[in-house]
């Protein structure tokens, strides 16, 4: 059964600093990998998705992330920091005809 | 504009009292479903449905009921509800399940008193 581990519930960084949210899965055949974005009071974000094409994956607002089939994960990164970036940020994974599971989410709190 | 719609956003009732949250998506997707939030948990799946009048249980199925009359919607009722269902409920829709990515409503604030 797919599942994904995000590791730490909360990470803190100042404005400027680089942004590194981590994300593990399990799957027993080629993932499809997702990263999604929750502000305030709102539903989730598509941020980017991995479907099988290139490892390192653009997404919206300077966001990308890298899938690295060897360490099983797709951390996501952004070089620096904005205030409007402090949100919850969510991990999933799916394959084909598989629904989707998400991790249970990591709070990113930017300091001025 | 697409999107999938919720309502009602926020609900305060009490034990008991049967209510209804509706879903209702305009891209014609074949794919939707319900999630629930809590804090330290993520999303956790209530249930699903992979098209019309086909509904299936997802990892926390008791105490909710759901149906799939149409292709754009997609209601959660709570026959009788409980206080350990008050949480965030999220309705979401894909094109088709697996490699596509979820559109999510805004969200429905549900407290059970």
């Known amino acids: 059964a797919q599942s994904v581990t995000q590791l730490g519930s909360h990470v803190s960084v100042s404005e400027g600093a680089l942004v590194l949210l981590r994300c593990n899965y399990s799957?027993?055949?080629?993932?499809?990998l997702f990263w999604y974005v929750q502000y305030p009071n709102q539903g989730l974000q598509l941020l980017l998705k991995?479907?099988?094409?290139?490892?390192l994956v653009k997404g919206i607002n300077g966001f990308e992330a890298e899938f690295k089939k060897s360490e099983t994960s797709f951390h996501l990164t952004k070089p620096s920091a904005h205030m409007s970036d402090a949100a919850e940020y969510f991990c999933?994974?799916?394959?084909?005809?598989?629904?989707?599971?998400f991790g249970a989410g990591t709070r990113l709190t930017v300091k001025p | 504009e697409a999107q999938v719609t919720q309502n009602p956003r926020y609900l305060i009732t009490v034990t008991g009292k049967k209510l209804t949250v509706t879903c209702s998506q305009n891209?014609?997707?074949?794919?939707m479903s319900w999630y629930r939030q809590d804090p330290g948990l993520g999303l956790r799946q209530i249930y699903y449905?992979?098209?019309?009048?086909?509904?299936d249980k997802g990892d926390v199925p008791e105490g909710y009921k759901v149906s799939r009359k149409e292709k754009r919607n997609f209601p959660l009722i709570l026959e009788s509800p409980s206080p350990n269902q008050t949480s965030l409920y999220f309705c979401a829709s894909s094109l088709l399940v697996g490699n596509q990515p979820q559109h999510f409503g805004d969200g429905t604030r549900l407290s059970i008193l």
């Open positions: 991995y479907t099988s094409a290139a490892t």
């Open positions: 799957s027993s055949v080629p993932p499809y």
């Open positions: 999933a994974v799916s394959d084909p005809g598989n629904d989707m599971r």
């Open positions: 891209m014609n997707h074949e794919y």
């Open positions: 449905s992979m098209n019309v009048e086909v509904t």
